[in-house]
């Protein structure tokens, strides 16, 4: 479950603090009515408190606190991946600035999304950078094309699920 990481540590860290505040008032009020012996006593008692209850709760409140900020930064990157894919598979083509504009990205982000959602095997079109078009297509359709679907010249195998077109510049991926 997203950001339950952030709600438990945000709980353990309260209740490290709150045993933390609650031990020290302790010893505070038994050390003053403590007579002789008894103080090392109860200082030995807050230190294993501290030791063993509250530094635990508190580290690990902060750990899961980090852990749980990363794991929504994560998301958010997901979701605008997913936000990518849904403009591109319910258009069939779109401008690559329409789905900068739409996500608050720029271009250069944009293209991490797209080749991100190709090695995930997620995306199947091609791009013509320089008309800033991004096309779904079928993979069906893709396969064994040996011309540009945007120029109609020659492809060239550019990478693991890439053909370039070295005249227009359109990568298709497959």
Do not use: H
Request: with cysteine; proline share 2%.
């Amino acid at each position: 479950m997203l950001g339950s990481g952030r709600v438990t540590g945000t709980l353990l860290l309260a209740a490290g603090i709150v045993l933390g505040l609650g031990i020290t008032a302790w010893l505070i009020v038994s050390s003053r009515e403590a007579a002789g012996g008894r103080v090392g006593g109860a200082v030995l008692g807050g230190v294993l408190a501290l030791g063993c209850l509250i530094l635990p709760l508190v580290a690990g409140g902060i750990f899961l606190l980090i852990r749980g900020q990363a794991e929504a930064r994560d998301y958010a990157e997901v979701q605008k991946e997913r936000t990518v894919l849904n403009m591109v598979e319910t258009r069939g083509q779109v401008k690559v600035s329409d789905i900068a504009i739409e996500i608050g990205a720029g271009r250069d982000q944009v293209q991490k999304y797209i080749y991100d959602l190709v090695g995930k095997g997620l995306f199947t079109g091609y791009v013509d950078w320089n008309a800033g078009m991004l096309y779904a297509k079928q993979a069906s359709e893709l396969q064994g094309r040996s011309t540009c679907p945007n120029c109609g010249g020659p492809l060239e195998l550019a990478g693991k699920g890439l053909i370039k077109c070295p005249y227009c510049g359109a990568e298709i991926f497959r």
